[in-house]
């Protein structure tokens, strides 16, 4: 199939690629940069892109002609500090709406797969399926949720297929640098001292390997319109996972949790159901923590 993929350099959208080249699906790629693809770029058409629509690639996108289009492309949420970050909505509503809007000029109009977020659900105390109410408790998951509703509406009016994935937390070799399992390795590595908060948040990891087969999945089944959780279904100690990290590199590095940092407004316990993927693909997580720590881990080694 012709797959476009916005973001395509991202952490997600990276290694989407690389799992749907294996399929010798080809791809057409929308970026700012494309430092983490460039091993990549015989084989895909890339497009460098840092705009607030896609207005002036229309030619492009309708010449390719995509069977599904894959919008991984967000601006902001990779750390703390942007959650509440409002230029979100302001940048992130308009460039949805362009892709879409050009897509559905297509006679043979594609499948249209958008990128959501746990943070949509808000504040959850049991594992979330896809009919839980969302109650965001951030911009990042009520901007999200917002694009959510408009790509729904839009879709819907317009013929037009498509999914909404909600993945819970993504780890793995080659993850955003801001992001807590990252910075802890690097930080541990370079045998600095290591201060945090309780981590007594429960959270629901799932390995980069898994996150993509599940898209996969989703770009090759006949699938429901609608949303869909990409997560492991399981529920990890957000202190056991680095006690796991520690115990990859050195029992010596030292890592102290003061619950006093603990944040006022995040949730502490983040985890969802994987049911309905499950159900309507032949997905399912492979990994353990065990091992994607230990992979994500030598990867870092290999960084130094």
Request: hydrophobic share 35%.
């Amino acid at each position: 199939m012709k797959i476009l993929i916005t973001g395509a350099n991202g952490f997600l959208g990276s290694n989407t690629i690389k799992h749907l080249l294996k399929l010798n699906h080809k791809i057409l790629a929308f970026s700012k940069n494309s430092n983490n693809i460039i091993q990549l770029l015989n084989d895909i058409k890339f497009i460098k892109c840092d705009t607030e629509n896609y207005v002036p690639y229309e030619s492009i996108i309708v010449d390719f002609s995509p069977d599904i289009v894959i919008n991984f492309a967000w601006d902001g949420g990779n750390n703390y500090q942007d959650v509440n970050n409002f230029n979100q909505f302001y940048k992130n509503i308009p460039l949805s709406l362009s892709l879409l809007e050009i897509i559905n000029k297509q006679n043979n109009k594609p499948k249209f797969i958008g990128l959501g977020s746990f943070a949509e659900y808000g504040n959850l105390e049991f594992k979330a399926d896809e009919d839980q109410q969302e109650k965001p408790i951030n911009f990042y998951g009520l901007s999200k949720k917002q694009v959510k509703e408009i790509t729904e509406a839009y879709c819907i009016q317009n013929n037009i297929k498509y999914n909404w994935i909600r993945p819970c937390y993504v780890y793995g070799p080659g993850d955003v640098s801001t992001r807590l399992i990252p910075t802890i390795i690097n930080k541990a590595l370079s045998n600095e001292e290591i201060i945090l908060n309780s981590c007594e948040t429960i959270i629901d990891y799932i390995y980069i390997d898994d996150f993509c087969q599940a898209v996969t999945e989703l770009v090759q089944s006949s699938t429901q319109n609608g949303a869909y959780n990409i997560c492991s279904s399981n529920e990890y100690v957000l202190k056991n996972v680095i006690k796991e990290i520690q115990k990859n590199i050195s029992n010596d590095v030292k890592i102290s949790f003061d619950k006093s940092l603990d944040r006022k407004f995040s949730s502490k316990y983040i985890c969802g159901s994987n049911s309905k993927i499950k159900i309507e693909t032949n997905w399912t997580p492979k990994i353990k923590i065990e091992d994607g720590i230990k992979n994500t881990v030598n990867y870092y080694k290999t960084k130094i």
